[in-house]
């Protein structure tokens, strides 16, 4: 209560501009602050915004290695030797240099970096959100017009894959190459642990499923993405569903995902994941047939795993089928100890190497999927939510909640309520009583 909405969003704005490397404006709202302190005669507040400044051009100027021309480009070079790879991007924004990464690759002998890069754009630019104007390569590579028409699409905006052959951009692809040549000299033995952990391990899922060829959207091979579900409740009124993701074998929060349970009248962890799979896939194809649709679900998973074993599974295959979608589902299966034993898939439970990492990325993502869940549940719970569905209606204070708790027996009789019986209620008007109707009869 204490900012509006409005001076909110300003502020998420301004950090968004500055991570972005657009400085300017921060500068000069700091200098005008800075001068009206100043005058103010207050120069504590004076000198505080200076040093603010100060921060703020370290930080340009660190990142002035770029050329000046202003735009957003990505620098994609690479490194090889028999059977690894380093990719390295810069991330250029507004002509600065906002961010780096590198991805390892196995690769085949006879590889060239020109195929190489072909396959990492390729795979690359199909999961990454923004695409910029220009990507800058060291070389010309595969199907590059094919390429570019295909990024264009994307972006909907022209792409162009330039080779500068002079100059500053020539000296920043040579960077790049030069760190990617770094860093797989210097990291070989760490990236293939990881690799081993991460990618590695998925490919052994692929090879334990026998999903080794298969068929993704983009026409791509293998499994990216991975998606897990937990429950947890204690009663009918505070079950919660975790969604956890995994791309590559690691871990991507920001497409986690948690569900109240609406619908479903004490533990059925059943019926709960009924509804929040049939949530879950329902919001995604209405985001990819609706843009103005939001809420991060577009991105449907290469394979489903359940926290559970036939049940589980099954309940996820009748809610594919009833959607008409086609994902693999497979169960992680725990032992009497509760330790995971095997995967369930296709009607049949598949032991697992417990020594192999394939078992301990498994068992990773099923902590993850458990953990989160439980998390949620405890965050309700601390902020005295007990009852937490019935805090997402609108209009609902603590003196209609406990109203409504002391009406009805269940969640399961105020669906059923119909707005008449709501208003009855001492604490509800015709307002509040059409809210709690249309809340639990709105379409999820």
Same mark, same amino acid.
């Given at each position: 209560?204490?900012?509006?909405?409005?001076?909110?969003?300003?502020?998420?704005?301004?950090?968004?501009?500055?991570?972005?490397?657009?400085?300017?404006?921060?500068?000069?709202?700091?200098?005008?602050?800075?001068?009206?302190?100043?005058?103010?005669?207050?120069?504590?507040?004076?000198?505080?915004?200076?040093?603010?400044?100060?921060?703020?051009?370290?930080?340009?100027?660190?990142?002035?290695?770029?050329?000046?021309?202003?735009?957003?480009?990505?620098?994609?070079?690479?490194?090889?030797?028999?059977?690894?790879?380093?990719?390295?991007?810069?991330?250029? /924004?507004?002509? /600065?240099?906002?961010?780096?990464?590198?991805?390892?690759?196995?690769?085949?002998?006879?590889?060239?970096?020109?195929?190489?890069?072909?396959?990492?754009?390729?795979?690359?630019?199909?999961?990454?959100?923004?695409?910029?104007?220009?990507?800058?390569?060291?070389?010309?590579?595969?199907?590059?017009?094919?390429?570019?028409?295909?990024?264009?699409?994307?972006?909907?905006?022209?792409?162009?894959?330039?080779?500068?052959?002079?100059?500053?951009?020539?000296?920043?692809?040579?960077?790049?190459?030069?760190?990617?040549?770094?860093?797989?000299?210097?990291?070989?033995?760490?990236?293939? /642990?990881?690799?081993?952990?991460?990618?590695?391990?998925?490919?052994?899922?692929?090879?334990?499923?026998?999903?080794?060829?298969?068929?993704?959207?983009?026409?791509?091979?293998?499994?990216?993405?991975?998606?897990?579900?937990?429950?947890?409740?204690?009663?009918?009124?505070?079950?919660?569903?975790?969604?956890?993701?995994?791309?590559?074998?690691?871990?991507?929060?920001?497409?986690?995902?948690?569900? =109240?349970?609406?619908?479903?009248?004490?533990?059925?962890?059943?019926?709960?994941?009924?509804?929040?799979?049939?949530?879950?896939?329902?919001?995604?194809? /209405?985001?990819?047939?609706?843009?103005?649709?939001?809420?991060?679900?577009?991105?449907?998973?290469?394979?489903?795993?359940?926290?559970?074993?036939?049940?589980?599974?099954?309940?996820?295959?009748?809610?594919?089928? =009833?959607?008409?979608?086609?994902?693999?589902?497979?169960?992680?299966?725990?032992?009497?100890?509760?330790?995971?034993?095997?995967?369930?898939?296709?009607?049949?439970?598949?032991?697992?190497?417990?020594?192999?990492?394939?078992?301990?990325?498994?068992?990773?993502?099923?902590?993850?999927?458990?953990?989160?869940?439980?998390?949620?549940?405890?965050?309700?719970?601390?902020?005295?939510?007990?009852?937490?569905?019935?805090?997402?209606?609108?209009?609902?204070?603590?003196?209609?909640?406990?109203?409504?708790?002391?009406?009805?027996?269940?969640?399961?009789?105020?669906?059923?309520?119909?707005?008449?019986?709501?208003?009855?209620?001492?604490?509800?008007?015709?307002?509040?009583?059409?809210?709690?109707?249309?809340?639990?009869?709105?379409?999820?």
């Amino acid at each position: 209560g204490y900012i509006s909405k409005e001076e909110y969003r300003k502020s998420v704005e301004e950090v968004l501009h500055f991570l972005n490397g657009n400085y300017d404006p921060i500068l000069e709202k700091l200098k005008a602050q800075m001068e009206e302190a100043s005058e103010a005669l207050e120069f504590e507040r004076a000198i505080e915004y200076r040093e603010l400044i100060n921060s703020v051009q370290k930080i340009a100027q660190k990142q002035k290695i770029t050329d000046t021309a202003g735009d957003d480009r990505d620098i994609v070079a690479v490194s090889k030797d028999l059977e690894d790879a380093v990719v390295q991007v810069f991330f250029i /924004r507004n002509g /600065r240099l906002i961010g780096r990464d590198h991805f390892y690759l196995k690769i085949a002998e006879n590889d060239t970096k020109s195929e190489i890069l072909s396959s990492f754009i390729k795979q690359f630019y199909a999961g990454t959100p923004y695409i910029p104007a220009e990507l800058m390569l060291p070389e010309e590579i595969e199907d590059q017009e094919i390429i570019e028409e295909w990024l264009t699409t994307r972006r909907e905006h022209k792409v162009r894959l330039r080779i500068p052959k002079k100059g500053t951009k020539e000296k920043l692809v040579e960077l790049a190459q030069k760190n990617a040549q770094m860093v797989l000299k210097n990291d070989k033995e760490r990236l293939k /642990r990881e690799e081993g952990r991460t990618i590695g391990a998925v490919k052994e899922i692929e090879k334990l499923l026998g999903l080794n060829n298969l068929v993704r959207m983009e026409g791509l091979t293998g499994i990216i993405r991975m998606e897990a579900y937990d429950i947890s409740n204690t009663n009918g009124f505070d079950s919660v569903g975790s969604m956890v993701v995994y791309e590559h074998g690691k871990p991507k929060r920001n497409d986690y995902r948690k569900f =109240k349970i609406k619908s479903v009248q004490g533990p059925d962890d059943y019926a709960s994941m009924n509804e929040v799979l049939t949530r879950r896939f329902e919001h995604g194809l /209405r985001e990819r047939q609706d843009e103005s649709e939001t809420g991060g679900f577009q991105a449907f998973p290469d394979l489903i795993m359940m926290d559970g074993g036939r049940g589980q599974v099954n309940i996820a295959l009748e809610v594919l089928e =009833k959607l008409n979608l086609h994902i693999p589902v497979c169960g992680m299966v725990k032992d009497d100890n509760h330790r995971t034993r095997g995967l369930y898939f296709n009607n049949v439970e598949l032991p697992i190497d417990r020594n192999s990492e394939c078992f301990r990325l498994i068992t990773r993502i099923q902590d993850e999927a458990h953990r989160f869940a439980i998390t949620f549940h405890r965050q309700l719970r601390s902020k005295g939510q007990v009852h937490s569905i019935l805090d997402d209606i609108p209009g609902v204070g603590p003196a209609r909640r406990k109203d409504l708790m002391r009406s009805f027996e269940n969640i399961e009789a105020i669906r059923n309520a119909t707005v008449d019986d709501l208003k009855e209620l001492p604490s509800m008007n015709e307002k509040s009583a059409q809210e709690v109707y249309k809340f639990f009869h709105q379409d999820t």
